[in-house]
């Protein structure tokens, strides 16, 4: 074989990887251009002209921010968005604090029924939220609050505080931590100081990719959560974006101009925390993998 | 796992007196302060709701318990009724033919995208971060944005499926049409989900050492050839772990179907109801907590299940290895 003709084999293989490469994009981004152009198409009977043709994907025809303008001042979306970043944020928040000092405890501390803890930790990670489901929605609808009221159902803590512990966290946290030399560690117990300091000043600097991994994993499943929102909150006040955006999606008469306006509004956040995080996203999808 | 067993066998081996003279002082206090709030949690928020649910799943409880007919013990009647229930079996079903269709599917498209983004390509990040984009977005809206395109007549579905067919398959009321509305599940749920295993099989690729390939090149193995004899092997293990995570995903199939449930314009629910929505209403939109609970019961057996045929799995391929 000649040095051109392996060549040019070489480019016509390289050819053939970036037409594939390009179906591929499309299957994967056309349904998002699809959203957004359609969100800015404020002539509805248009929009729907539209979908028999490439003119689905293309901003033509009557164009505005029309759409935005009614998601925004006629419907729960602004208060639903802020409702999600609350319930997440403090969600993802105090479950790295409170997993990551469990898995400390389980991987440097020395304890009476350590190992037992230990093993129940991992075991509880094959439980499946929808197993547990009901019997929680009962639970908490006993449960007591501050004020004297009785039942947690249609408020911010029922959708946090069930979620902050988290076994698959705690495992996560604890693999990091035994991977860590002890030195450190070691030397700043010679030099008097606490165990809490340890954790704070030396353990958790140390462990930003996990911290980051775990934050990403839990983002993506408490942000996209519907089944429990569903069961434990009622009318606008208290939904988060995915249940708003059902609320939405089922009223009639439908305004697709609209709906695609909201799922717009509610996608391009975490699409954009997704590119700016990237690095993280795949390590996270990584770890995960350890599970096995 | 191993790590455990070794820990609790070596302290177990070791005289007890030496033990205690290696630790002049237990961290125990400290230690539960560290793990209280954690355990508190897991404790109040999964295992006593896991134990209620076996509990309740052998009464009659009711969500809005009527104080003076109470709450009986009634043996294994919720399980015997569901067991009896074609609403049960029919969900069960549809569940099954997901994940029948679902898992092999994604799993082996997540490998060809894993491949093709590996190849030293100028652009291959980027083809990378647009196949996952759709993991980043929320399946609610995921959902909702199919909706649309699989809209009647002249959806985009509609109109792609016809050019790609040359006209042969007409116009189709994909989620209306209950031997169709499954089916248009899996491929939004496809196109959601893929991206993640792509990342976990790309992973998996770039563990696999250089030199393998290298040598099969000197070799004279074609391309397809390396891939069959060393990727393949290789990735036995990313391939189980891929499969079955897929599998207890497809299990817990409940978002897109209940957003295109409550549009209002779907196909009679029982075509594409799922077990987990099932759960949903029975015991919250029926009340009826301990046929719920009996129900959920039986989903934990399924999932434990799959994940001992993970631990069987790939416990052989270490014992081969």
């Not at chain 1, 074989?1 to 594939?20: F, H, I, N, W």
């Not at chain 2, 796992?1 to 455990?4: D, G, R, T, V």
């Not at chain 2, 647009?130 to 399946?139: D, I, L, Q």
């Given at each position: 074989?000649?040095?051109?003709?392996?060549?040019?084999?070489?480019?016509?293989?390289?050819?053939?990887?970036?037409?594939?490469h390009?179906?591929?994009?499309?299957?994967f981004?056309?349904?998002?251009?699809?959203?957004?152009?359609?969100?800015?198409?404020?002539?509805e009977?248009?929009?729907?002209?539209?979908?028999?043709?490439?003119?689905?994907?293309?901003?033509?025809?009557?164009?505005?921010?029309?759409?935005?303008?009614?998601?925004?001042?006629?419907?729960?979306?602004?208060?639903?968005?802020?409702?999600?970043?609350?319930?997440?944020?403090v969600?993802?928040?105090?479950?790295?604090?409170?997993?990551?000092m469990?898995?400390?405890?389980?991987?440097?501390?020395?304890?009476?029924?350590?190992?037992?803890?230990l093993?129940?930790?991992i075991a509880?990670?094959?439980?499946?939220?929808?197993?547990?489901?009901?019997?929680?929605?009962?639970?908490?609808?006993?449960?007591?609050?501050?004020?004297?009221?009785?039942?947690?159902?249609?408020?911010y803590?029922?959708?946090?505080?069930?979620?902050?512990?988290?076994?698959?966290?705690?495992?996560?946290?604890?693999?990091?931590?035994?991977?860590?030399?002890?030195?450190?560690?070691?030397?700043?117990?010679m030099?008097?100081?606490?165990?809490?300091?340890?954790?704070?000043?030396?353990?958790?600097?140390?462990s930003?990719?996990?911290?980051?991994?775990?934050?990403?994993?839990?983002?993506?499943?408490?942000?996209?959560?519907?089944?429990?929102?569903?069961?434990v909150?009622?009318?606008?006040?208290?939904?988060?974006?995915?249940?708003?955006?059902?609320?939405?999606?089922?009223?009639?008469?439908?305004?697709?101009?609209?709906?695609?306006?909201?799922?717009?509004?509610?996608t391009?956040?975490t699409?954009?925390?997704?590119?700016?995080?990237?690095?993280?996203?795949v390590?996270?999808?990584?770890?995960?993998?350890?599970?096995? | 796992?191993?790590?455990?067993q070794?820990?609790?066998?070596?302290?177990?081996?070791?005289?007890?007196?030496?033990?205690?003279?290696?630790?002049p002082?237990?961290d125990?206090?400290?230690?539960?302060l560290?793990?209280?709030?954690a355990?508190?949690?897991l404790?109040?928020?999964l295992v006593?709701?896991?134990?209620?649910?076996?509990?309740?799943?052998?009464?009659?409880?009711?969500?809005?318990?009527a104080?003076?007919?109470?709450t009986?013990?009634?043996?294994?009647?919720?399980?015997?009724r569901?067991?009896?229930?074609?609403a049960f079996?029919?969900?069960?079903?549809?569940?099954?033919?997901?994940?029948?269709?679902?898992?092999p599917?994604?799993?082996?498209?997540a490998?060809?995208?894993?491949?093709?983004?590996?190849q030293?390509?100028?652009?291959?990040?980027?083809?990378?971060?647009?196949?996952?984009?759709?993991?980043?977005?929320?399946?609610?809206?995921?959902?909702?944005?199919?909706s649309?395109?699989?809209?009647?007549?002249?959806?985009?579905?509609n109109?792609?499926?016809g050019?790609?067919s040359?006209g042969?398959?007409?116009?189709?009321?994909?989620?209306?049409?209950?031997?169709l509305?499954?089916?248009?599940?899996?491929?939004?749920?496809?196109?959601?989900?893929?991206?993640?295993?792509?990342l976990?099989f790309?992973?998996?690729?770039?563990?696999?050492?250089?030199?393998?390939?290298?040598?099969?090149?000197?070799?004279?193995?074609?391309?397809?050839?390396?891939?069959r004899?060393?990727?393949?092997?290789?990735?036995?293990?990313?391939?189980?772990?891929?499969?079955?995570?897929?599998?207890i995903?497809?299990f817990?199939?409940?978002?897109?179907?209940?957003?295109?449930?409550?549009s209002?314009?779907?196909?009679?629910?029982?075509?594409?109801?799922t077990?987990?929505?099932?759960?949903?209403?029975e015991g919250?939109?029926s009340?009826?907590?301990?046929h719920?609970a009996?129900?959920?019961v039986?989903f934990?057996?399924?999932?434990?299940?799959?994940?001992?045929?993970?631990?069987?799995?790939?416990?052989?391929?270490?014992?081969?290895a």
């Open positions: 074989m000649s040095g051109d003709s392996q060549r040019g084999a070489e480019r016509r293989a390289r050819l053939a990887l970036y037409v594939v390009g179906l591929l994009a499309a299957f981004l056309l349904p998002l251009v699809f959203m957004f152009v359609s969100a800015f198409k404020t002539d009977a248009q929009l729907l002209r539209d979908m028999n043709s490439l003119a689905a994907f293309a901003p033509v025809g009557q164009l505005g921010w029309g759409n935005f303008a009614e998601v925004m001042h006629n419907t729960p979306f602004v208060r639903a968005f802020a409702n999600s970043l609350l319930v997440v944020g969600t993802v928040t105090l479950g790295i604090l409170v997993n990551s469990l898995a400390y405890a389980l991987a440097r501390l020395r304890f009476a029924g350590r190992n037992l803890l093993a129940v930790v509880l990670i094959i439980v499946p939220f929808e197993a547990i489901a009901v019997p929680l929605l009962l639970l908490v609808n006993e449960l007591p609050w501050f004020g004297a009221q009785r039942g947690w159902l249609d408020s803590h029922v959708q946090v505080i069930p979620f902050i512990g988290h076994a698959f966290s705690v495992y996560l946290f604890y693999q990091f931590f035994i991977a860590l030399p002890k030195d450190l560690e070691e030397a700043a117990l030099d008097g100081a606490s165990r809490w300091r340890i954790y704070w000043s030396i353990v958790m600097p140390l930003k990719p996990v911290i980051a991994t775990v934050a990403v994993l839990q983002f993506l499943a408490r942000w996209g959560d519907l089944l429990w929102p569903v069961m909150v009622r009318g606008d006040t208290f939904a988060t974006l995915p249940l708003a955006m059902q609320t939405f999606f089922g009223q009639f008469p439908r305004q697709w101009g609209q709906v695609m306006a909201f799922a717009a509004m509610a391009l956040p699409l954009a925390v997704f590119l700016v995080f990237q690095r993280w996203f390590k996270s999808a990584i770890s995960s993998a350890i599970k096995g | 796992m191993s790590s455990l070794m820990t609790s066998s070596s302290a177990a081996g070791a005289p007890p007196a030496t033990v205690r003279r290696q630790r002082r237990g125990g206090a400290t230690a539960w560290f793990a209280a709030p355990t508190a949690l404790g109040i928020f006593l709701p896991f134990l209620m649910a076996v509990v309740l799943s052998f009464t009659n409880k009711r969500l809005i318990s104080e003076e007919l109470g009986d013990f009634v043996g294994w009647r919720n399980y015997a569901l067991l009896q229930d074609d079996w029919v969900a069960l079903k549809n569940n099954f033919v997901f994940v029948a269709i679902v898992a599917l994604q799993s082996a498209f490998l060809l995208l894993a491949v093709l983004v590996n030293p390509l100028a652009g291959s990040r980027f083809f990378r971060t647009v196949y996952f984009m759709p993991v980043a977005t929320t399946m609610a809206v995921v959902a909702v944005i199919w649309l395109m699989y809209a009647p007549d002249g959806g985009v579905v109109r792609f499926v050019f790609v040359f042969l398959i007409a116009p189709q009321d994909w989620l209306r049409d209950p031997a509305v499954l089916y248009a599940v899996m491929v939004l749920s496809i196109w959601q989900g893929v991206g993640f295993q792509m976990v790309l992973a998996g690729l770039q563990a696999i050492p250089v030199d393998l390939y290298e040598a099969a090149k000197l070799d004279g193995a074609t391309p397809w050839q390396q891939f004899h060393i990727t393949v092997p290789m990735l036995k293990n990313t391939t189980i772990f891929v499969l079955i995570t897929t599998t995903y497809a817990q199939l409940y978002t897109q179907v209940q957003i295109i449930a409550s209002g314009t779907a196909a009679p629910v029982d075509s594409f109801r077990v987990v929505m099932l759960m949903v209403h919250f939109g009340g009826k907590i301990g719920a009996a129900l959920s039986l934990f057996v399924l999932v434990l299940a799959i994940s001992l045929i993970q631990r069987l799995l790939l416990k052989e391929e270490r014992a081969v």
